[in-house]
């Protein structure tokens, strides 16, 4: 996994063993876990806000992320397959 500023802003680039895990920072609700993206020197780390209230938009925001992942992952194995096919 790399990391580079571009001019607009971190450019994250994923590579062999980059990892993501859900980590706990404590026990109740002023310590909320985190995801974290891991990889050679670099991490990443999404932190909910510090107010509860948020947490519900937090929520929605990582259903968001997960739905973009997935659409992305499907993109990128419909590319990889016609590559391998020997398609554009």
């Known amino acids: 996994m790399t990391a ?3 001019g607009l802003g971190l450019r994250w680039t994923v ?4 990892e993501v895990t859900v ?3 404590g026990t109740g609700a002023s310590h909320p876990p985190v995801l974290v993206l891991a990889g050679g020197l670099c991490v990443v780390t999404l932190v909910p806000p510090e ?4 947490w519900t938009g937090c929520a929605v925001f990582l259903r968001r992320l997960r739905d973009h992942a997935e659409e992305l992952a499907v993109l990128l194995e419909a590319r990889a397959g016609r590559r391998d096919r020997g398609e554009g």
């Open 51 to 54: 107010d509860q209230t948020a």
């Open 15 to 18: 590579g062999p063993g980059t």
């Open 23 to 25: 980590e706990e920072t």
């Open 4 to 6: 580079t500023w571009d």
